[in-house]
């Protein structure tokens, strides 16, 4: 029988079950109006608990209202993926016949899948009035919290793991409670990205092909750029891409092999200067995540990843470079199989 809740929450969830499950939304939540595809939800599932993707939002369910759960939590004020990432997502699934939920789990590193924040902040602690006012009248009876709050004076603001490193976290939580510490929160910039003249004079093939794949760009178009090993093929998308980034786009390159990542990087480094982020696997859990964010929020301008980079979420892409695309090191063999270069296309 239809459930006749006003809200059904449809979730992709990383399990071999070729299927969206249908939750209610978390009890108290307050406004179901801005649950939007895209964005993580922690739900309940069997004894576990579990984080999947909203993928749609119904107003009924072909389960019976009992047997339906509700969500613990939205962990998301604003959708992790955006609408065309979502859509290439659902194609993928569907073209290399793969459980939804497995497929969403591949987009994301492993510590948004656990439930960590998806843009990077930093919390800064320091000393406020009323904490300023028990120092200098010496009302902080506790020796090691009247200690922390002079350490924190002296420094101006530290971060919870500065903190850390010196005291203990209840000292800090005690401070907070009292009003004596307050916390602002920053989030990271990365520098500007800098374009480079290049050295490097084009001949007149190279010339031609600039030419040609920059009056597609804002267009769909798909080049084939073809040439021996030291033809300058990397000098003619260097230059292509300098024209994506200076219109305010985001650039993807994908190489086939990590081994070859470093020297592109170096490379790309000596060229634009900052902006430019790395994704492969031999990246420790953080350094991915981090990678993803700066890609995610637009600051990253060049991302130079191996195959699993094609998922990356780039709200501004204009470009993308599939150095090497006949290398069969772009076909995902194991667990969900796909074509880096193929998706890449799509």
Known sequence: ?????????????????????????????????????????????????????????????????????????????????????????????????????????????AALRKGQAARARVEWWSVSKEGRTALTAERLRAPRQRALLAWLEGRGRATAEDIAAEFKPAQLKALAARSLVEATVEIPSYAPIEIRPSEVTLNDAQARCVAAAIATLGSFAAHLLLGVTGSGKTEVYLRIIAEAVASGGQALVLVPEIALTPQLVDRFRSRFGAGIVALHSGLTEAERRDAWRGAHEGQARIVIGTRSAVFTSLPCLALIVVD?????????????????RDVAVI
């Open 1 to 109: 029988m239809d459930n006749d809740a006003a809200v059904i929450l449809k979730v992709a969830l990383d399990t071999p079950l070729r299927r969206v499950f249908d939750y209610r939304p978390p009890e108290g939540a307050a406004d179901t109006a801005g649950l939007r595809p895209g964005t993580r939800v922690r739900v309940p599932f069997g004894r576990r608990q579990l984080i999947g993707i909203l993928v749609g939002v119904a107003e009924k369910s072909d389960l019976p209202a009992a047997k339906l759960r509700s969500a613990a939590a939205v962990i998301d004020d604003e959708p992790l993926l955006e609408p065309k990432l979502l859509e290439l997502l659902g194609w993928a699934a569907d073209y290399y016949h793969h459980p939804i939920g497995e497929v969403f789990a591949a987009a994301l590193p």
């Open 324 to 340: 090497e695309e006949h290398d069969a090191s772009y076909k995902q063999h194991e667990g969900f199989h796909y074509s880096a």
